[in-house]
Antibody, heavy 118, light 112 residues
Framework: QVQLQESGPGLVKPSETLSLTCTVSGASIHSYYWSWIRQPPGKRLEWIGYIYYGGNTNYNPSLKSRVTMSIGTSNNQFSLNLRSVTAADTAVYFC????????????WGRGTLVTVSS | SYVLTQPPSVSVAPGKTARITCGGNDIGRKSVHWYQQKPGQAPVLVINYDTDRPSGIPERFSGSNSGNTATLTISRVEAGDEADYYCQVWDSSGDRSGDHYVFGTGTKVTVL
């Protein structure tokens, strides 16, 4: 069974970069598709993007200009960088995975709240 | 960008059937995934690719998709089914680099 755990700062200042890491166990990071998904308080889920074998990525067009995802060189991890954050980026950030290019996400981390505030 | 519309809320009595719709332009041509999310928890995939139930999901959950509407049906509703439900599709525009997931607006299911 795949398990995921998000980690990173819970508070980021406006205009700075939000950086999160997801640690994966129970599967190789070189298999499957690894997503970041966020949910502002009281709002719907929003897919940020995913990374898959070879470091290929797909990003949500609405966030593409500010997002970079990468696979860690060790410890079965992948990461998210979101640049130039504003209060609108305050959300619970989840990492999740699915087996296929367009499949549902069948494993999720618990999520981590990131607040953008000075 | 592709838009998915769900009713904000659905109320159902225990033992009855709840139907949650997800509307989108020609959604029947896309594959729809459904998630259940309880307060403070991560979403759980309950229906994959329109009709497939992942392991561990009760048979009471079923899905259908045709035309402009996909539907999640919960039969013999239980108190534990009270949650928010989201539909999701993969929006493929032909340019693979622009392909992305879209989530619906979400539906709160209340068990009376």
């Amino acid at each position: 069974q795949v398990q995921l755990q998000e980690s990173g700062p819970g508070l980021v200042k406006p205009s700075e970069t939000l950086s999160l890491t997801c640690t994966v166990s129970g599967a190789s990071i070189h298999s499957y598709y690894w997503s970041w998904i966020r949910q502002p308080p009281g709002k719907r889920l929003e897919w940020i993007g995913y990374i898959y074998y070879g470091g290929n990525t797909n990003y949500n067009p609405s966030l593409k200009s500010r997002v970079t995802m990468s696979i860690g060189t060790s410890n079965n991890q992948f990461s998210l960088n979101l640049r130039s954050v504003t209060a609108a980026d305050t959300a619970v950030y989840f990492c999740a995975t699915g087996p296929g290019y367009s499949s549902g996400h069948d494993s999720w981390g618990r999520g981590t709240l990131v607040t953008v505030s000075s | 960008s592709y838009v998915l519309t769900q009713p904000p809320s659905v109320s159902v009595a225990p033992g009855k059937t709840a139907r949650i719709t997800c509307g989108g332009n020609d959604i029947g041509r896309k594959s729809v995934h459904w998630y259940q999310q309880k307060p403070g928890q991560a979403p759980v995939l309950v229906i994959n690719y329109d009709t497939d139930r992942p392991s561990g999901i009760p048979e009471r959950f079923s899905g259908s998709n045709s035309g402009n509407t996909a539907t999640l049906t919960i039969s013999r509703v239980e108190a534990g089914d009270e949650a928010d439900y989201y539909c999701q599709v993969w929006d493929s525009s032909g340019d693979r680099s622009g392909d992305h997931y879209v989530f619906g607006t979400g539906t709160k299911v209340t068990v009376l």
